[in-house]
């Protein structure tokens, strides 16, 4: 049997390498830069390739988990013996016990090396396999995990273990991320901000933009978090001014003080929690400089700040600028649900609220023409309730795509992303967004606000070229929600008694009533006439695509190759077994399954589980 095997083995090794793709994207999951992952992928065949460099000359792991822990989780183990003879293997997390080999191998090695401070492990898989015991790799927030050991015995410990939440299938701007020769960076930041001891907090500066001389395009920014404060910035938004805005009043409390903070609402920027550096398409940027332009911008940043500490802050971002001109200037659109009347019940285990906008009056809300909205960008943003946002787009009352989309929403990892095409939103258009809460842990309802305990639901389009219209964002009749729940206060939603009737009855109010819509003009002062215009309409349904079909092949585990002459071991690479794998090459790779599989057995006594955060 052992020379079937590794006969075998020699014939396989001499099949194609599989397939691999630049890695385009890297990330790094620990404090001190040695957990490096690297990946990139095949939209089209629906294929990845992941790399994982860790210093360890033991065993590395890595793996994707519902939730950042073991249970459920979809790990691949791998390493390099003392006698340069390598072992890769399909796992699945099955709490915290030892992981368990899957019966279906879906990830190929394809390099496996050791040197003497690290190991490299590069594999890839189908985003779908036909594996209930893999996760999918889908479009959305992943949580990714890795783990290293000391050495080769795969043994539980609780170092050495990192999770990270990411977008794996990622898209890059069709018209390309360069950066201009010529560019000039500005700080705009926070200057010791005295934040008061409490929760909660925005605080807001007016702060003047570059003074430039013409027409110039900010292409980037980035977060500037003053270090020491990263858990107390939640989140930093940049607001512009009306173009004749001249403001000179102190840094204060944004929304409870003075109503003139409650001026200059055309985001420009937004990063939140997990966010990083935002970069615009070479084709587009934020025009400043124009008679049309703003000067002034309000930077508003939202400590959180739970223990209620006395601190001072200087935090906020700092943008890039060039006179080396895109064809487009960019606009953002902020849409979704307004702060209204609007609540969560508490245990709730898949609550939905909504936004709606309709494009048909934008003409009329901007005073001109709108031209057709070319959107390359979006963010989402919910508070701590949140676990999925979607956008979905209509034309002529018919669902026709999606303007963006993350169903496994992580509220600890914000960021902008590009959309794989540039979508155009035409006037008459309408643009609904779906926000799903989770409210299992809480015992009272859960308020639309600006709290981190409070709720939003908000969706940020960028896009070009720029219009006026900074805001569309629609509530459900307040009178319809206290007709449903028998209530004849507001304040008498606080003590309905909750059940699952209840729960479905808000649900179905909610989805079913007339949404009021509010469309804001930001190059008017707001309470100034023509500042916003209502309107009203439906809610549409929404639906998904079928799914793709999941890709079969599979490829054998390693227990122990032969040895190379370096510690590159290139790895042994299987043809796809799809229906059209040859009958011998089959049976081959089953009796070798079936071999490893017993080694795999009778090595699993001392298989123990490497430790993950939950
Ligand atoms: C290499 O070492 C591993 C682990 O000790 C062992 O299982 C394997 O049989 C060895 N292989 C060879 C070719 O010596
Ligand atoms: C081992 O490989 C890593 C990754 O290629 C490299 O950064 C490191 O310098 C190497 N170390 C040695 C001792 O060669
Ligand atoms: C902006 O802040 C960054 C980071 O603190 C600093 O390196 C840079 O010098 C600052 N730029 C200006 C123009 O002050
Ligand atoms: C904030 O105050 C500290 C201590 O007084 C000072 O060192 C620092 O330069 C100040 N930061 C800013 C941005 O003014
Ligand atoms: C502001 O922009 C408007 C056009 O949007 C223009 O008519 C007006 O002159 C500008 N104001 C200033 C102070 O530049
Ligand atoms: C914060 O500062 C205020 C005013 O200086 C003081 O009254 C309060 O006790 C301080 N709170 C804490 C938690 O240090
Ligand atoms: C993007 O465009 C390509 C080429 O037209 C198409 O195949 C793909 O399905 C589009 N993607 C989305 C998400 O619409
Ligand atoms: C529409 O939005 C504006 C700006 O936020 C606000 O002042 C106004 O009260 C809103 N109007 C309605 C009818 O909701
Ligand atoms: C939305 O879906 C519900 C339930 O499937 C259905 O009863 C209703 O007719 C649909 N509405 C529209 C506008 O398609
Ligand atoms: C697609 O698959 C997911 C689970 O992976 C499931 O929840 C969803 O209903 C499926 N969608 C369709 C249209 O079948
Ligand atoms: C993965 O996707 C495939 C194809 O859509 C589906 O059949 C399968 O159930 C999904 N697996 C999981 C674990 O959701
Ligand atoms: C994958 O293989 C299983 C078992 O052989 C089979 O039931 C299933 O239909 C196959 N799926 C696809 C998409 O080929």
């Given at each position: 049997m052992a020379l079937l095997i590794f006969s075998a083995l020699l014939l396989l090794s001499l099949v194609v390498p599989g397939q691999q793709f630049e890695l385009s994207f890297s990330t790094v999951m620990d404090n001190d830069g040695n957990v490096v992952l690297k990946w990139g992928f095949n939209q089209y065949d629906e294929q990845i390739t992941f790399q994982l460099q860790m210093n360890s000359q033991g065993w590395v792991g890595f793996g994707l988990s519902p939730n950042g822990g073991m249970k459920g989780a979809d790990i691949v183990i791998?390493?390099?013996?003392?006698?340069?003879?390598?072992?890769?293997?399909?796992?699945?997390?099955?709490?915290?016990?030892?992981?368990?080999?899957?019966?279906?191998?879906?990830?190929?090695?394809?390099?496996?090396?050791?040197?003497?401070?690290?190991?490299?492990?590069?594999?890839?898989?189908?985003?779908?396999?036909?594996?209930?015991?893999?996760?999918?790799?889908?479009?959305?927030?992943?949580?990714?995990?890795?783990?290293?050991?000391?050495?080769?015995?795969?043994?539980?410990?609780?170092?050495?273990?990192?999770?990270?939440?990411?977008n794996l299938l990622r898209e890059l701007p069709v018209a390309g991320l360069s950066s201009p020769k010529d560019s000039v960076s500005y700080n705009i930041t926070m200057n010791n901000y005295t934040v008061p001891a409490q929760p909660t907090t925005y605080g807001c500066a007016f702060v003047p933009l570059p003074n430039v001389n013409g027409k110039h395009h900010i292409y980037k920014i980035e977060p500037l978090i003053q270090a020491g404060n990263e858990l107390l910035v939640h989140h930093i938004l940049l607001y512009a001014c009306p173009n004749n805005t001249n403001i000179s009043i102190a840094p204060g409390e944004c929304y409870n003080t003075n109503p003139l903070f409650f001026q200059c609402l055309q985001v420009i920027n937004v990063w939140a929690v997990g966010g990083k550096a935002f970069q615009f398409p070479d084709n587009v940027g934020l025009s400043i400089g124009s008679p049309d332009d703003p000067s002034y911008a309000r930077l508003e940043i939202h400590y959180n700040n739970p223990e209620a500490k006395n601190f001072t802050d200087s935090s906020g971002v700092q943008l890039y600028y060039t006179k080396d001109l895109r064809p487009y200037n960019a606009g953002i659109l902020e849409i979704g649900s307004a702060l209204s009347f609007l609540f969560i019940p508490p245990s709730a285990r898949s609550f939905r609220l909504y936004g709606l906008c309709n494009t048909q009056k934008f003409p009329e809300v901007n005073g001109q023409q709108v031209a057709d909205m070319q959107v390359f960008a979006y963010q989402l943003h919910t508070h701590l309730a949140g676990r999925a946002v979607r956008v979905a787009h209509y034309r002529n009352g018919s669902q026709i795509g999606f303007l963006g989309r993350d169903m496994t929403y992580d509220f600890n990892f914000q960021e902008v992303k590009y959309l794989e095409n540039i979508t155009t939103i035409k006037m008459g258009d309408a643009l609904q967004v779906e926000c799903t809460y989770n409210t299992m842990d809480r015992r009272g309802i859960t308020e639309m606000g600006l709290g981190t305990m409070n709720e939003m639901c908000m969706a940020f389009l960028f896009y070009y070229p720029k219009n006026n219209v900074s805001h569309c964002l629609s509530s459900p009749s307040a009178t319809d929600i206290m007709n449903a729940l028998h209530v004849s206060n507001p304040k008498d939603v606080n003590s309905v008694e909750w059940d699952e009737n209840k729960i479905n009855l808000l649900q179905q109010t909610i989805q079913?009533?007339?949404?009021?819509?509010?469309?804001?003009?930001?190059?008017?002062?707001?309470?100034?006439?023509?500042?916003?215009?209502?309107?009203?309409g439906y809610l549409y349904n929404i639906t998904e695509g079928a799914n793709a079909t999941c890709n079969n092949a599979t490829f054998s585990s390693l227990a122990a190759t032969s040895a190379p002459n370096s510690s590159m071991t290139p790895a042994m690479n299987e043809p796809n077994l799809n229906n059209n794998g040859s009958g011998s090459l089959r049976g081959s790779v089953i009796l070798i399954n079936l071999a490893l599989f017993l080694f795999q057995a009778a090595l699993g006594a001392s298989l123990r589980p490497p430790n993950r955060s939950p």
């Open positions: 791998g390493g390099v013996h003392p006698n340069k003879t390598t072992y890769f293997s399909d796992y699945h997390g099955i709490g915290n016990t030892a992981p368990v080999r899957d019966t279906l191998q879906n990830y190929q090695l394809l390099l496996l090396t050791e040197n003497g401070t690290s190991t490299t492990m590069r594999f890839s898989r189908a985003f779908r396999t036909c594996d209930s015991n893999d996760m999918n790799i889908t479009a959305g927030t992943i949580r990714v995990i890795a783990a290293y050991g000391a050495d080769d015995t795969i043994a539980y410990h609780r170092e050495n273990h990192f999770t990270q939440s990411i079913e009533g007339k949404q009021d819509i509010n469309i804001t003009n930001s190059q008017i002062h707001l309470f100034m006439p023509g500042s916003f215009v209502t309107d009203t």
